[in-house]
């Protein structure tokens, strides 16, 4: 490939991915064509309800669940806040207890935190130094009064894979609700429903080259849980309001083409990953990876440099057209790093210096090896200007 | 989010580097590794007049741009004038800074005061207007003995 500048590398597929063209011509017809509500009684409103249904299979099939399990939203937030909400509504007549983990997403983490001011009691489960929760913490935490566990599938910053299985077989055993947030999982890993023992599931179309603003509760059939939203007799009454037809197909699709192929591409990502990985552990000295080396999402790369400060790396990437995310504070909004790279214990001056790069179907080995020839001039550069890196000191990790 | 202004002084930041110890030379070191700023900020004195001034900092964009832009605006000016350096001029001088970056011209304003700080004691000589900084030091050794 020669050292030309690529145009754009696009390493953060974890925060959105594009839509696939084969998604996008399912959908277009339901914009302009078929555009009737699908409870309406006319010809077109009947193409409408078959597309949502024909998505639901679809979906069903790639979770191996019931259609009838699932239940669309607006995407991950609204079914992660549904879940929670929606269970402790119901059952804080029976008690008052939740546990759950201490690196959730904020579309969980939030939904606790407003619970805690309504009276409710909230563990937050630690985790080992790769982002594991452990089934035997999970285990002595349950209570009596605990009326709902939710932990991720696998973790939006670090790509560490939780032993799911695990975790919901115990709350199943304990009797207790289980829910998890798929959202980083779904359309990358393999899905079981009929396997795993979870009663509800989040996932969102954007993540797995569908469209923004749809996504997906599953909640197993039987079980009990409050509507969030309250309208009309849409998604059997439990999620009213008109159906996002068009986002629904894309949906449907996405999630049907992400696991036909993913045996394949999944592979396909993981060796680029580890590529990554290897290329940059080997050639920037002072860096560590964040996350599990072995139970880690196939396009995720998380890595921590020492003595830099991770908006300045990605001010820079962006001026070689590299697209990334960190878990700097800078990039948040607020002055701490990261809550996750601070569970697996970095101390805050590491998890200022963190780098996340997630692959997606559209990224190349040339690009892999482009970004793995323009960051550690860079990462050099910012040590340059910093007070606290000495060129030839020991590893403070 | 950033302006131009700021974008080239972080791109091509001015005064990278140190000044080695010496009595004519003050340097302030502020800002906490946990909030993800380090400023140290070194100022050359002659006959009341700074006439060189270098930096190395541990930060965000704004952090790196305001560091090089202090030093900048500091060269030439004598001890009482420097003092009037304030953050609001430096981030002004950059065109603005987006609000939740406005800690960062703060701490150039006091990387350069506390440079002024350590020169005014290692000469024994009062500025006028100027306190102790305020620098988060445990913090700062810690790091240091790390090294």
Known sequence: ?397 | MYSDKVMDHFTNPRNVGELEAAADVGVGLVGNAKCGDIMKVFLKIDDGIVTDAKFKTFGCGAAVATSSMATEMVKGHTLREALQITNKAVAEALDGLPPIKVHCSLLAEQALHAALWDYAEKNGIEIEGLESPAADLEELERLGEEE
């Open chain 1, 1 to 397: 490939m020669g050292n030309a500048e690529l145009e754009r590398v696009y390493f953060d597929n974890a925060a959105t991915t594009p839509v696939r063209d084969e998604v996008l011509e399912e959908m277009l017809p339901y914009f302009r064509e078929r555009y009737g509500n699908p409870s309406s009684l006319y010809s077109i409103a009947g193409e409408s309800k078959k597309a949502v249904e024909t998505a639901r299979e679809r979906l069903a099939n790639a979770l191996n669940a019931e259609p009838g399990e699932i239940y669309f939203t607006s995407g991950g937030t609204e079914s992660d806040n549904w879940a929670i909400a929606g269970t402790a509504e119901r059952a804080a007549g029976k008690g008052r207890h939740l546990i759950t983990s201490a690196i959730e997403h904020h579309g969980i983490l939030n939904v606790f935190k407003k619970l805690e001011k309504n009276g409710f009691e909230v563990t937050y489960l630690p985790v080992d130094a790769e982002g594991l929760v452990s089934p035997e913490e999970l285990e002595k935490a349950i209570r009596p009064d605990t009326i709902l566990i939710s932990v991720m599938y696998a973790n939006n910053e670090i790509g560490t894979v939780q032993p799911i299985d695990d975790l919901a077989g115990i709350a199943a055993a304990r009797g207790v609700p289980f829910h998890t947030d798929a959202v980083q999982a779904a359309g990358h890993i393999p899905i079981d429903l009929k396997k795993t023992k979870a009663d509800m599931l989040s996932l969102s179309a954007h993540k797995f080259n569908g469209p923004k603003g749809v996504g997906a509760l599953f909640i197993r059939k039987g079980k009990p849980l409050e509507p969030f939203l309250l309208g009309g007799h849409q998604e059997k009454g439990r999620r009213p309001g008109t159906e996002n037809v068009p986002g629904i197909v894309g949906l449907g699709k996405a999630a049907a083409l992400a696991v036909a192929e993913m045996p394949e591409e999944s592979a396909r990502l993981a060796a680029l990953r580890d590529r990554l990985i290897d290329g940059i552990l080997g050639g920037i000295p002072h860096t560590r990876l964040n996350g599990s080396r072995t139970k880690r999402l196939p396009g995720n790369v998380s890595v921590a440099f020492e003595f830099i400060e991770g908006e300045s790396l990605l001010l820079l990437l962006d001026m070689k057209n590299i697209c990334a995310s960190s878990g700097s504070a800078c990039t948040s909004g607020s002055l701490d790093p990261s809550h996750v790279l601070l569970a697996i214990g970095l101390p805050h001056e590491k998890a200022h210096g963190s780098l996340r790069l997630t692959l997606g179907r559209y990224n190349t080995a040339d690009e892999a090896e482009y970004v793995l020839r323009e960051l550690p001039p860079l990462v050099a550069r910012l040590r340059d200007m910093s007070p606290l890196y000495k060129a030839g000191v020991k590893t403070m990790i």
